[in-house]
């Protein structure tokens, strides 16, 4: 999308006008869903509603232009979505139509469309086909604006101007760290489309996967393509894992995704984040080696060849590249690219001096430069991740920001287009809740009122230079997302807040986009798409501590949920809450021994989440799952792992420090509980931390393999020394932990506890070597009894 496209989509906003609508009757019945907000996202730019409605029902016949094959591709979109999420079954005829597509060339706008609904039909109106499939989608919502099936819906009348706010609305999919089936791109591509997403970011390269067929270089396929993966202490897998798309596969994705409006923008990933490339063609590496395709997330040290037969063979790429993917944008990577390869090579370092260069990060834009310079031969556009940066910006590049947002604020104003897509807020793999059941991803949670407040033009952008944001993206990184449920998972239902910040410059409002969210989840699930429950599941927070609980036999729990609106309901009695539940209204005293049932209804009497319970027996209140456990002092949580890098379920999970093998049962009674019983999960210890490896902390093992640790009273969460005068934690329990090689993945740790009055903070931890597995705390469970 160039700077043009968007401002001129910003001009048909202003230029927008008001027009009224003629009053007419309107049956009650059918507008009984519909008096409220319209069930519209993301909010168009201009509405001006009527009086009355007009009735759409099955067989309702839709006119085209002759001979206008794109209105014909938004009439069929048109279909196919209003039969997937209503269940009408429209139709093609130019014999009374209800519904017409026409062609207004005076609008002004490259995606701007114009929707009226009179007395006597509904009519889309646009330049250009993206404008014609944004006004298709509008009325697909208007076609469904509540969960009913198959009924006649009444239309309100309205008229409707709408431009985006941007021009780049944006989500990355990352089938590099694990392959995504082609069917799952189209489904995701279907429902970017539903929101008016339009640029669809394919990660298509990386150290543990080349994804890309290039028939110039046929090996990147048949080694980068595939891997195994890491050992968790046992015999090394040899179960290849990865796949690759064809170029037919990818041209067949990109004429998909382009007739529903949606640019595919391929990433090949260098100078960094080259191991697969590497394995593949090994002289077209640095130092001769040959790795295996890297099953290590993280940073790795492997780089490309900057040479000139480097050079050439990036370029020989690009050609087959920009062959399949028409759009202006090809994205180069650069992020990560540690430059210890090329400092260690005399071959590169003779390089940086003929060329006059400052160092090695000059030698990354130098070679950004080059290929862009390539690119704009051919008549496209370099970007690259905000690392691109250093060393100087060639004039050619456009910078995508993730490390925050400065990267953005110094590129637009040194003049380079920008699109915002900073960590931790856009990274669509970050989980969403601190529930149970959240599937595997980084722990930083990015809720999804965290989306909808981010704003995607950042301060610090001189107003002259704010044309140069292009918009923003959110990103699905897939070292911990194996499945296409997964990914589904990751990006809707925050997807929606996405789509509304990018397109619509209205006021935010974050209760009225959840009630305009609601409808839309029922489509995506109608659709076949997961759509994540949690902004809607009901969390339990006990008033003051377990121990508490326990020893009063008292307790007084809260229900709440993360987004307003609704009714949270409750059962005591085991059953399943419905819409005839108690409504919760303060917090719940329940006895001990009870189990509390609940989930939020919407006003029609609808289920906005799966129920999630909470027991509160004793032996419930002196147990802790992995989801409940801590951090130990002076570490952090910053990973949900499932058991293996390839486990398809979403469950066992475990949440870990990379940089120290402890985690921490909080403020354990250790007045009540008088012995434990510890589950753990030996995990691959397969992460490149490259220049943080040396925060790993080392603990000295006087066992073979290290031992478990059970400290009491350790002061968990703590980032800095313990409190001044506090005891020193007393080792409570040591197990030596058994030979990788011989013992099973899961274990279980039994032993007593010393009598310590209050509660405590109990820390688990590992001291095994770190050339060997990663443990982890799987489930802890404190016994009243020795």
Request: charged share 20%; with cysteine.
């Amino acid at each position: 999308m160039t700077n043009e496209t968007r401002s001129t989509g910003q001009r048909a906003m202003r230029r927008i006008a008001h027009c009224a609508i003629a009053a007419v009757a309107v049956a009650p019945s059918l507008l009984a869903a519909q008096q409220q907000a319209l069930p519209l996202l993301p909010m168009p730019a201009s509405i001006v509603r009527g009086t009355g409605s007009f009735t759409v029902a099955t067989g309702a016949a839709i006119a085209i232009p002759p001979s206008d094959a794109e209105a014909a591709g938004a009439a069929q979109l048109l279909i196919a979505h209003v039969a997937s999420t209503r269940g009408l079954a429209l139709r093609v005829s130019g014999d009374a139509a209800s519904i017409r597509f026409e062609r207004d060339a005076a609008m002004v706008g490259a995606e701007a469309y114009r929707l009226t609904v009179d007395a006597r039909g509904i009519r889309i109106a646009a330049a250009t086909r993206a404008g014609l499939i944004y006004g298709a989608m509008t009325l697909a919502q208007l076609l469904s604006p509540d969960g009913a099936r198959g009924g006649a819906v009444a239309v309100p009348l309205l008229d409707i101007h709408d431009a985006p706010r941007f021009a780049w609305r944006g989500l990355m999919v990352d089938p590099a760290r694990h392959f995504q089936p082609l069917p799952s791109l189209y489904r995701i591509v279907d429902q970017m489309a539903a929101v008016k997403l339009n640029t669809l970011h394919l990660h298509l390269t990386d150290d543990q996967g080349w994804r890309f067929e290039v028939k110039r270089y046929p090996k990147l396929t048949e080694i980068g393509a595939w891997r195994t993966g890491p050992t968790t202490g046992g015999p090394a897998p040899t179960t290849r894992v990865g796949g690759f798309y064809t170029q037919e596969e990818l041209r067949g994705l990109v004429r998909y995704a382009a007739a529903r409006g949606i640019t595919i923008v391929p990433e090949i990933d260098l100078p960094g984040h080259a191991q697969a490339l590497v394995a593949a063609y090994p002289e077209m590496g640095v130092l001769g080696d040959r790795p295996v395709v890297s099953h290590d997330w993280g940073v790795n040290p492997y780089l490309f060849d900057p040479g000139p037969k480097g050079i050439a063979f990036v370029k020989n790429v690009l050609d087959e590249l920009i062959d399949v993917f028409p759009g202006s944008f090809v994205h180069l990577g650069g992020d990560e690219a540690v430059k210890d390869q090329w400092q260690r090579s005399p071959r590169v370092q003779a390089q940086i001096k003929a060329l006059g260069l400052k160092d090695e990060n000059a030698l990354q834009s130098w070679m950004i430069d080059t290929f862009g310079t390539y690119l704009a031969s051919k008549g496209r556009r370099l970007i690259g991740w905000d690392e691109i940066l250093e060393g100087g910006l060639p004039p050619s590049a456009s910078v995508m920001s993730w490390r925050g947002e400065k990267g953005a604020v110094d590129a637009a104003n040194q003049g380079h287009d920008v699109v915002l897509t900073p960590a931790p807020t856009l990274y669509f793999d970050s989980l969403q809740s601190d529930q149970a059941d959240e599937p595997p991803g980084r722990l930083s949670i990015q809720t999804l009122a965290d989306v909808y407040a981010y704003e995607p033009m950042p301060a610090g952008i001189d107003a002259a230079k704010a044309k140069h944001v292009l918009g923003a993206q959110g990103n699905a990184w897939s070292e911990y997302l194996v499945t296409p449920y997964q990914v589904q998972h990751a990006i809707f239902p925050r997807a929606a807040a996405l789509a509304e910040t990018t397109w619509s410059a209205a006021p935010r409002d974050f209760a009225g986009f959840v009630t305009r969210l609601r409808p839309q989840v029922a489509r995506w699930r109608a659709s076949g798409i997961e759509v994540a429950d949690s902004a809607f599941a009901v969390t339990y927070r006990l008033n003051g501590t377990r121990g508490d609980a326990l020893r009063s036999g008292k307790l007084s729990v809260a229900l709440t949920t993360q987004v307003p609106g609704g009714t949270i309901r409750y059962t005591l009695d085991g059953t399943a809450p419905s819409v005839r539940s108690p409504a919760y209204a303060a917090p719940l005293t329940p006895p001990l021994g009870t189990t509390i049932r609940a989930t939020a209804f919407g006003d029609d009497g609808s289920a906005l989440a799966s129920a999630r319970a909470f027991a509160t027996d004793r032996a419930a209140l002196l147990h802790r799952s992995a989801s409940d456990l801590v951090a130990c002092p002076r570490g952090a949580l910053g990973l949900r792992v499932p058991l293996t890098s390839e486990a398809q379920g979403n469950a066992p999970v475990f949440n870990i420090n990379l940089f120290d093998t402890c985690s921490a049962y909080p403020a354990a009674p250790l007045d009540v509980a008088k012995g434990f019983t510890v589950q753990v999960a030996r995990l691959a210890r397969h992460y490149g931390l490259a220049h943080e490896a040396s925060a790993v902390r080392e603990h000295y093992n006087v066992t073979a393999h290290g031992e478990l640790l059970v400290l009491a009273g350790c002061q968990a969460g703590r980032k800095g020394p313990p409190d001044k005068g506090a005891p020193a934690p007393v080792v409570a329990a040591s197990f030596p932990l058994p030979d990788p090689a011989k013992a099973p993945t899961l274990l279980t740790f039994t032993g007593t506890l010393p009598p310590m009055a209050g509660d405590r903070d109990l820390c688990f931890q590992f001291t095994s070597p770190l050339a060997e597995p990663y443990y982890a705390v799987a489930d802890v469970q404190l016994t009243e009894a020795r």
